[in-house]
């Protein structure tokens, strides 16, 4: 079993002890910000009347969502593997700020603003 030290001697923990609590408050509301976003773009998109072009943004939204969702609880539970999947999160949000870029409409639009925001939060906390 490892301990908080040998966390901390490879700069994996992030925890208060880690001197990361506000960081990693912050980055929670974010997370949760951009997962609830996911939650409802994916919501808005399966109510739409079937478009071949959307098959991508739905599973991309999706599982931005599913990762958002998991970053907030290592986050919330103060996980030695925080900063790790900080940029695993930070990759698929970029991924999904990509895709929901491309369409024009103004949900799409905001998702992709809320996910790129989310990544580059991500991307810092890792840092």
């Known amino acids: 079993m490892y301990s908080t030290q040998t966390f901390r001697q490879y700069g994996q923990y992030s925890g208060a002890m880690g001197g990361q609590m506000a960081i990693g ?3 929670l509301h974010t997370v ?6 996911c939650e ?3 919501t808005h998109l399966i109510g739409l009347p079937h478009d071949d072009r959307r098959d991508v943004q739905i599973l991309l939204v999706r599982d931005c ?8 609880k290592y986050l919330a539970r103060d996980s030695f593997f925080s900063k790790a ?3 695993s999160c930070a990759y698929v949000c970029e991924q999904c700020a990509l895709e929901c870029s491309k369409f024009p409409d103004q949900m799409s639009q905001n998702c992709a603003q809320v996910c790129q925001h989310c990544a ?5 906390f890792a840092a």
Do not use: F, G, P
């Not at 969502?65 to 907030?72: G, P």
């Not at 580059?120 to 810092?124: G, I, P, S, Y």
């Open 85 to 87: 999947l900080a940029n």
């Open 65 to 72: 969502a599913d990762m958002c969702t998991l970053m907030a």
């Open 25 to 27: 408050s912050s980055l």
């Open 40 to 42: 409802h773009m994916v």
């Open 32 to 37: 949760q910000h951009c997962e609830a976003t």
């Open 120 to 124: 580059q939060a991500c991307r810092a």
